[in-house]
């Protein structure tokens, strides 16, 4: 079962983070970045938080599951979802113990005004 939109929509709300908080639709599901950290995966309808001290430390108990199969333990957050201070904490708590990602490698450019040609056989 594939994730709505409108779930998605609402963690992002719930999370009371204004334009820090985005998502990006990946293979019918969604991974959420807070000030461009991927933070989160929203999978089958469930919110699956990266799992770090700094959030087990604002969430207490947690329930660790895979997100989709092979994947590594993540928290599932289930009623914590509907608690704006908490969700907004420990998506903070998460983003701050994550490290910023690596850049992306540039991609080769084109030698400009020269054209190889291939020699005939």
Known sequence: MATDQS???????QSNLGGRISHKKMFGEYALYLDGKVIAFVCDNHLFVKPTAEGKAVLGTVSEHP???????????????????????????????????????????????????????
């Open 67 to 121: 997100p989709y199969p092979g994947a590594k333990m993540y928290f599932r957050l289930g009623d914590e979802i509907d608690d704006q201070h908490l969700l907004q904490r420990v998506f903070q708590a998460t983003a701050d113990a994550l490290p910023l990602p690596k850049p992306k490698a540039p991609k080769p450019k084109a030698a400009k005004g020269k054209t190889i040609k291939a020699k005939a056989p």
């Open 7 to 13: 779930f998605v929509d609402y963690i992002c709300e």
